[in-house]
């Protein structure tokens, strides 16, 4: 079973509206985290935004949010006031276990903000 | 604070010979990864460092990859010999102890001809 599903392929939103990026995850351990990281087209990968499995409050880091569902096994983006600079993938990763630091990832999403 | 630096950033070679990659983490990161990232596909962990010692490589292809990180600083992966599906790009990560994200340098692309 995939850890991480990310189901968008592609996503689009105009510039300045707000957009979600879903990711759902399976594992059976008690203590995980869950992470989003931007891939722009020049490769790199910036982190930006963690949520840990026993953290009472959704995280947010400036526009980003995440919409984190327990029950569900989700751990959802939300990006406020889109700009263009947001075109990029985006990947949803895992990791596992108290001490875990090993990251499992998604096949991502390909967010374009037009203008 | 200078982030992860990689090197070379691109890399062209014939399958069946080898190539090295060097990897210089974030000052005082004691942990280091190597992941592989095929188009189209998240990253892949090959290996993970803790200062100079290996803590994963469950899913190093050992018969032909190889990595070392001798002072607990910098790392270098090599292959040897290349097959053409290792065409991919090449990350890696540092993480300070007590913290959980991983910062990334700019990868080297790798393409076996």
């Known amino acids: 079973a995939q850890k991480i599903t990310q189901t968008q392929p592609g996503m689009f939103v105009q510039e300045k509206e707000a957009v979600t990026l879903d990711c759902t995850y399976d594992?059976?351990?008690?203590?995980?985290?869950l992470f989003w990281y931007k891939q722009p087209s020049s490769g790199e990968m910036i982190f930006l935004i963690y949520q840990g499995s026993y953290d009472q409050q959704n995280a947010t880091e400036g526009r980003y949010s995440l919409n984190f569902q327990k029950a569900r096994k989700s751990a959802n983006l939300v990006i406020s006031a889109s700009q263009l600079g947001d075109s990029a993938m985006y990947f949803c990763a895992m990791r596992e276990g108290l001490s875990g630091s090993r990251l499992t990832f998604g096949e991502g999403t390909q967010l374009t903000v037009n203008p | 604070e200078a982030g992860v630096a990689q090197s070379p950033r691109y890399k062209i070679i014939e399958k069946r010979q080898s190539v090295a990659f060097w990897c210089n983490p974030i000052?005082?990161?004691?942990?280091l990864y190597w992941y592989q990232q095929i188009l189209g596909q998240g990253p892949k962990l090959l290996i993970q460092?803790?200062?100079?010692?290996?803590?994963?490589d469950s899913q190093l292809p050992k018969d032909r990859f190889s990595a070392e990180r001798l002072k607990g600083v910098d790392s270098t992966l090599k292959i040897q010999p290349a097959k053409l599906e290792d065409s991919a790009v090449y990350l890696c990560?540092?993480?300070?102890?007590?913290?959980?994200?991983?910062?990334f340098g700019p990868g080297t692309r790798l393409t076996v001809t």
């Open positions: 594992t059976s351990d008690p203590s995980y985290g």
């Open positions: 460092f803790q200062n100079n010692g290996v803590v994963d």
């Open positions: 000052s005082g990161h004691a942990t």
């Open positions: 990560a540092s993480r300070r102890q007590g913290r959980y994200e991983q910062y």
